[in-house]
């Protein structure tokens, strides 16, 4: 049997670590352009848009991460934290580009802000020629990042503390260390936290990565001259020219290097951070810890804030989907029109290949997954979980390049199955990384009591385990399906120009001035995620059982 299953488990890894390892080889191959290394030193702007993508990476992850932790703590003392993440599925199905999109419609000078305090008290009848979209700071970019991180990185803690072994210790040790003088509030950051935030790292890792690498989100909310690197390594690498073409793989390069030294400096400071707070413990004791270090009583209000942005982000793009004549500075349109969304209805075969996209590459990712759950050894899991990351933490613009390389290899450039398998790629880490916490912390006393009376293996995969994990195992299918509606540069780049999805359609019409049928494909790609979210919900509800009558 166990000769099976790790025939089985290598089966896996030829068909998922093979390709990831090929894919991250050819693009990291892409680099060896020593021409075009000093062809991109010698151009002007691409220290500035370094400088840019430093900065919105680093403080949008930073801010996230605070942020995260903060209202961790809060829910966790108060033990609400099942009230604290119900709203997450909505946030989580927000895609980044639909997020940014809405995030202009209300910031933008003739957007709904300024609109609501125009002209009574700004006295302004037209709109100002101001950067609050799109500013040369990149301030947009960060708190648009930051709002769709923290749901994210909520969520990724969460699967850890439903974990019923898991949440049981720390539910004990922070009990623990309440009875040695600790506050509920010092006794999380002090006990529980350090061994949470141990278990985000790869989570981390992938906002950090996406921070410093985003493209769809810097085209339509980012700075635009500069713009930040990964925008500016994009347009190169749409470039007919080949040697343009090579200096947008070298940015690429550049990108990853940054990731790579933030992602050290990071763990250096955790580390650094750890090691301080156990010196302070062990030196002043617990009386002499810093009140700073207790979370402010403003908290939920921050998370009424951010769920309030979601919902003014929605209402902007449902509104403007519908939106006719609107002057300004009037709050709602004169108008109201089904123009727009007539037309998304005449191009189904949009609609139709997302939805294909998202339910194959989903299906094919969570059986993979479970798949490699159950077969693989642990020690395997652990030793190749850097490899089956690959998506998450190589910039996004170098990674499709090795796409793209590997597609022309196995002639599937601009064929359906191709831009399946691309994206199949994208969602499996995300769909792995939301279904290990359930997956791998589940009792194995049921195993044991299927043995014991006379079962098989695959009744206690269909009869016991699975049903007990179906909430899981449908959440994590809507991450790979959501992830999948948000892929934009491995449609465009793999799809060569013959598929478009309804995320490609969002983030190309931002650029126009159309913005009825730009909030309509927004919400669009918003609707499709959520309807995936409420499903899984559904699905995952515990049965109910009558009680039998006599």
Do not use: C
Not at 154 to 178: G, I, K, N, P
Not at 211 to 227: E, R
Not at 480 to 488: D, I, K, L, N, W
């Amino acid at each position: 049997m166990t000769a099976i299953r790790l025939f089985w488990a290598t089966t896996l890894l030829l068909l998922a670590g093979g390709p990831l390892l090929t894919t991250a080889a050819l693009a990291l191959g892409a680099l060896l352009d020593a021409t075009a290394w000093r062809a991109l030193w010698h151009e002007p702007p691409w220290l500035s848009a370094l400088g840019l993508t430093l900065w919105t990476g680093l403080a949008s992850t930073a801010l996230a991460w605070w942020l995260s932790a903060a209202l961790l703590a809060q829910g966790f003392v108060r033990q609400s934290l099942g009230r604290l993440l119900r709203g997450l599925p909505v946030m989580l199905a927000t895609p980044h580009a639909a997020f940014a999109i809405g995030l202009v419609f209300l910031l933008a000078p003739s957007g709904w802000l300024l609109r609501a305090l125009s002209p009574w008290l700004t006295a302004f009848e037209f709109p100002p020629p101001w950067a609050t979209t799109q500013d040369p700071w990149g301030l947009g970019l960060i708190a648009a990042l930051t709002a769709k991180e923290v749901p994210f990185l909520l969520w990724t803690a969460a699967t850890q503390l439903q974990r019923d072994d898991l949440r049981q210790r720390w539910r004990s040790e922070h009990a623990l260390a309440q009875t040695l003088g600790y506050s509920p509030q010092r006794a999380f950051w002090r006990v529980v936290w350090p061994q949470l935030s141990a278990r985000l790292w790869w989570p981390l890792l992938a906002v950090l990565a996406y921070g410093l690498t985003v493209v769809d989100m810097a085209l339509v909310i980012g700075p635009a001259s500069p713009p930040t690197l990964a925008v500016l390594a994009w347009q190169w690498l749409q470039d007919a020219d080949l040697a343009v073409n090579a200096q947008g793989a070298a940015a690429g390069g550049v990108l990853t290097l940054a990731l790579l030294g933030a992602a050290l400096l990071w763990r250096g400071f955790q580390r650094l951070h750890r090691r301080g707070g156990r010196r302070l413990n062990g030196q002043r004791g617990v009386a002499s810890m810093p009140a700073s270090a207790q979370p402010s009583a403003g908290l939920p209000a921050s998370y009424l804030l951010l769920a309030g942005l979601y919902g003014a982000v929605l209402l902007a793009l449902a509104v403007g989907s519908v939106a006719g004549v609107w002057p300004f500075p009037s709050v709602w349109p004169e108008t109201v029109t089904w123009q727009a969304w007539h037309r998304v209805w005449d191009s189904r075969s949009t609609v139709g290949t997302t939805l294909g996209l998202a339910l194959a590459s989903a299906a094919l990712a969570l059986a993979w997954s479970v798949a490699w759950l159950e077969l693989a050894p642990r020690r395997w899991d652990t030793a190749l979980r850097p490899v089956l990351y690959l998506p998450l933490v190589l910039p996004a613009v170098l990674w499709v390049v090795g796409l793209y390389s590997l597609a022309l290899q196995w002639r599937l450039e601009g064929q359906w199955l191709g831009l399946l398998l691309a994206h199949t790629y994208m969602v499996l880490p995300y769909v792995l990384l939301a279904l290990s916490p359930a997956y791998l912390g589940f009792d194995a006393r049921y195993a044991q009591l299927n043995a014991s009376l006379g079962h098989g293996p695959w009744h206690f995969l269909w009869r016991i385990k699975w049903p007990l994990l179906r909430r899981a195992l449908a959440a994590s299918a809507a991450v790979g399906f959501a992830v999948s509606v948000a892929q934009y540069l491995p449609t465009l780049y793999i799809g060569a120009g013959r598929f478009s999805s309804v995320t490609t359609e969002a983030v190309n019409l931002a650029a126009g001035g159309q913005r009825s049928l730009t909030s309509a494909y927004a919400g669009l790609q918003f609707l499709l995620p959520v309807l995936a979210f409420a499903l899984a919900a559904w699905l995952g509800t515990p049965r109910r059982f009558k009680p039998a009558h006599p």
